[in-house]
């Protein structure tokens, strides 16, 4: 696909994260970089050029020839770079104060400070990729689990941009019919093998996008993770619960009913699904005003919560309030927990877990960990439900911002459909195609308007 026009300044950044490191980056790209580090740089072994993509031992120095530190510089000709300009890098012992210096130094002999995400701006601006590898680019930075860095991944190495270009290729060829009717408009403007296009309109791009909009929903789980809430009387073992599922006393415990006061909430990875684990207070019958807030907010994090894990106290038999809030659960995603198992015994915890004929159930001893596993397991199998038949390899995940175009594209085909299923003249037809082109032409970044692009990069850190 087409570049947009090459810009000509040069940019420069600290590509490196702030703090200090072994060794820190200074990334120049554009036309003044071989300049650049002709200017600062002297190598310990003398040359009149640099080859490309060859790293060199030198010296950088500011302007009154002072020395900042030593370095390794690569000069990487265009196009074969990150960005298709000429690119270099510095990369010096990684101290802030003396990356700031060399870059100080660097923006005095001609570059300019790069904007946030400019650099895989640039790379997508010549062409080198398009938007969805720009878009996994930030993906692949902001990840919090290893099924987002996956899903990046494979989005970096142009899983979703294949996925659209073969949809567009198809409409193009649909498109190469239709103007064969216009082109002739004195021959009745007829559509030829009108049921050849309707067949191709429905396996090659209706479905296709029916399919990637469903898989949108799964990558949302995968990206940003779902909120499963604990729930349950006082003094059952909420956070205890919590405690050992993350590995560590987060929460206080005491044998005191009501010992959490306000909601806790920790992230841990399922599997490689982020899940946002959110202890509450134990709802009951109160006159404490603090605790009265704390159960109010309790009932919110309820009512967002993707998942349920209601526990309950199996050692003894279960008490109205347990009844109660059990209710209050009706309709949501849920699993039933039953924990004290250690003082329980199994009779009495089946006589409890008999209370819950349709729910799925899970028996553990939150004190000790165990049966934890199982629980994590379980609640993996709920959030996978979720996704209705959710393939743990999924390797291709629009985003929202593709989703919301993947509809409209949709719609637009729907639209098409409808034209040349009723004989509609091929003029009128083309534009439906058109449309379903053009927005398919703004997730890959052909005709995306200006201020998402801008508002994509700006996402992005200063650097990258
Ligand atoms: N025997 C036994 N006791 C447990 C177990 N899990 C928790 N407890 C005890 O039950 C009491 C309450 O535990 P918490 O984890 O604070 O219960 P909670 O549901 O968070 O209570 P609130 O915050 O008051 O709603 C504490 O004394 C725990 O030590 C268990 O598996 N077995
Ligand atoms: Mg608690």
């Known amino acids: 696909m087409a570049a947009r026009p090459a810009i000509s300044d040069t940019i420069a950044a600290i590509a490196t994260a702030p703090g200090t490191g072994g060794i820190g980056i200074i990334r120049i790209s554009g036309p003044e970089s071989a300049a650049i580090l002709h200017r600062l740089f002297t190598p310990y072994r003398p040359h009149s050029s640099f080859q490309s993509h060859k790293l060199y031992y030198g010296t950088i120095a500011d302007r009154s020839g002072v020395v900042l530190d030593e370095v390794l510089a690569v000069f990487m000709q265009a196009p074969h770079t990150y960005t298709r300009e000429d690119v270099v890098e510095l990369h010096s012992h990684g101290s802030y104060l003396v ?26 601006l010549s062409g080198r990729i398009d938007l969805t590898r720009a878009e996994a680019v930030i993906e692949l930075l902001q990840a919090r689990t290893s ?64 399919r990637l909009i469903e898989l949108a929903d799964q990558g949302k789980v995968i990206r940003e993770g779902v909120k499963v809430v604990i729930a349950g009387r006082p003094n059952v073992g909420k956070s ?22 306000d909601t806790i909430e920790e992230l841990i990875s399922v599997r490689g699904i982020p899940v946002h684990l ?9 006159d404490d005003f603090v605790e009265e807030l704390g159960i109010e907010r309790a009932r919110r994090k309820l009512q967002e919560a993707d998942l349920v894990l209601f526990v309950v106290d199996a050692s003894v038999s279960l008490t109205e309030l347990d009844r109660e809030l059990y209710q209050f659960l009706e309709d949501k995603k849920r699993i039933v927990v039953l924990n004290k198992l250690d003082i329980a015994g199994d009779d009495q915890a089946d006589r409890v877990g008999r209370e819950f004929p349709s729910d799925v159930q899970v028996r553990i001893v939150a004190r000790e960990g165990m049966g934890l596993d199982d629980l994590l397991d379980t609640i993996y199998q709920a959030i996978m439900d979720e996704g209705d038949g959710m393939n743990e390899q999924v390797s291709c995940a629009p985003n929202l911002r593709h989703k919301m175009i993947l509809e409209k594209t949709l719609s637009a085909c729907r639209q098409l459909r409808e034209s ?45």
């Not at 904007?115 to 895989?120: I, K, L, N, R, V």
């Not at 987002?148 to 649909?174: C, F, K, P």
């Not at 205890?240 to 959490?260: D, F, K």
């Open 99 to 124: 990356l700031q210096a060399i870059l100080a130094e660097v923006l005095t002999a001609g570059a300019r400070v790069a904007d946030s995400g400019e650099f895989t701006k640039r790379a997508f």
């Open 147 to 210: 099924g987002g860095v996956r899903l990046a991944a494979h989005q970096l190495q142009g899983a979703l941009y294949e996925e659209i270009v073969s949809i567009r290729d198809a409409l193009v060829d649909i498109l190469a019919v239709v103007e064969v009717a216009i082109d002739f408009p004195d021959d009745d403007v007829e559509i030829l093998e009108v049921d050849h296009l309707l067949s191709t309109l429905r396996e090659q791009v209706e479905h296709p996008l029916v």
């Open 240 to 261: 205890s619960l919590l405690n050992g599922l993350l590995h560590e006393e987060r929460a206080l415990v005491t044998e005191i009913p009501g010992t959490t006061r």
């Open 278 to 286: 959110v202890d509450t207070a134990g709802i009951r019958a109160h």
């Open 420 to 464: 040349l299923h009723l004989g509609a003249p091929a003029d009128l037809v083309a534009v439906d195609l058109q449309a379903a082109l053009d927005y398919l032409g703004d997730i890959v970044g052909l005709t995306t308007p200006d201020d998402v692009l801008d508002a994509l990069f700006s996402r992005f850190c200063i650097g990258k």
